[in-house]
């Protein structure tokens, strides 16, 4: 009686399994087509100015006019790339904000608002262009662009160390940790051409920065010598992470896709990381600037803050962030600020 009592139970459990199975394989079906619908539904920043008609440049930064534009090039293919010859003539209703060249390059010359046209073949087309000194630049966007791109088309799929990352970086078969490697390569596909750390000169006025290091130390470093090394998120700028239980200041390095403000110094990040758990990953966190870390140093480590905590369960809304933190002894140590 006790045995058929225990295959009973068995059989019983076994079906539970069976019924629980096709609904785990259609959510990840279903999480599959998210990611695949995300990425067909991204636009560059170009593809966005033309379906508004607005467009935004920072004070002294060039895009060519949306329609027109060849989209966002990686650096390493520049040269190859022909520039646009559209037919027709452009125009600026206010040159002394923005100018725009016969093939439909507009500069940003300062702050304010044009509306800049073009007079094709098939008509009029017009985009309302505001400049701005703080406004994030074109090198930026294309690298949040370009992130949120990599974290679609890689769908959370466990990578090999020697991944398309590691050998667009290396160029030989080396397994390392690729979190570095990996803001590179998108800084790269961003039309950025990373700066070596150990050639930089402080007193240069860059515009962007990203560096072609490996080690995430060294991406500290430069961002420190640049005095670009800050406690206040931006969209893509780096975020370096540090480990409260080693002896590890620059444990990790991300990227931030979005910011929000949420008054009283804490903000709402969400950042698309390289190498976590052999895959690119995207989390959502809340951060305290007012328990900034990025002055410390290796002298003063011992003041090292926590400064990450969760949102709130109800602001848990989008399938596809991660909202629990990497681990509970990182912090955020500081934020490389790209533009």
Not at 205 to 233: A, C, H, M, S
Request: some cysteine; aromatic content about 12%; proline content about 5%.
């Amino acid at each position: 009686m006790a045995e058929n009592k225990r295959i009973t139970r068995l059989v019983a459990l076994l079906l539970a399994l069976c019924c629980l199975l096709p609904a785990a394989a259609l959510a990840d079906e279903e999480t599959e087509q998210l990611f695949a619908q995300r990425l067909a539904e991204l636009k560059t920043p170009a593809q966005l100015g033309a379906e508004s008609g607005e467009y935004q440049l920072r004070t002294g930064n060039s895009a060519y006019f949306p329609h027109v534009s060849p989209g966002v090039i990686p650096f390493d293919q520049m040269a190859e790339t022909p520039l646009p010859a559209p037919e027709g003539t452009f125009s600026s209703d206010n040159e002394s904000v923005v100018t725009v060249s016969e093939n439909g390059l507009m500069t940003a010359v300062a702050p304010g608002i044009a509306v800049v046209r073009w007079q094709s073949p098939e008509g009029e087309k017009a985009v309302t262009v505001t400049v701005g000194d703080d406004l994030i630049s074109e090198i930026g966007k294309n690298y949040v662009y370009v992130l949120n791109r990599e974290y679609y088309s890689v769908a959370r799929e466990r990578l090999p160390r020697y991944n398309q990352y590691a050998k667009w970086y290396y160029r030989k078969k080396k397994e390392v940790g690729w979190c570095a490697v990996f803001t590179i390569y998108c800084a790269n596909a961003a039309g950025f051409d990373p700066l070596e750390e150990k050639e930089i000169d402080p007193e240069q006025p860059y515009t962007d920065v990203y560096f072609r290091e490996g080690q995430v130390g060294n991406q500290y470093d430069g961002f420190r010598k640049l005095d670009r090394w800050v406690g206040i998120p931006k969209p893509g700028y780096t975020v370096t992470y540090v480990d409260m239980k080693k002896a590890y200041l620059t444990t990790h390095v991300g990227s931030i896709v979005a910011v929000e403000d949420r008054g009283d110094g804490v903000y709402a990040i969400t950042t698309v990381e390289g190498n976590m758990s052999n895959t690119v990953k995207r989390y959502t966190y809340l951060y305290d600037s007012k328990l900034s870390n990025h002055e410390i140093t290796t002298d003063t480590r011992k003041h090292l803050q926590y400064n990450m905590s969760m949102l709130p369960e109800a602001e848990h809304t989008d399938p596809l962030s991660q909202y629990e933190l990497h681990t509970d002894h990182w912090a955020v140590f500081g934020f490389g600020a790209t533009w």
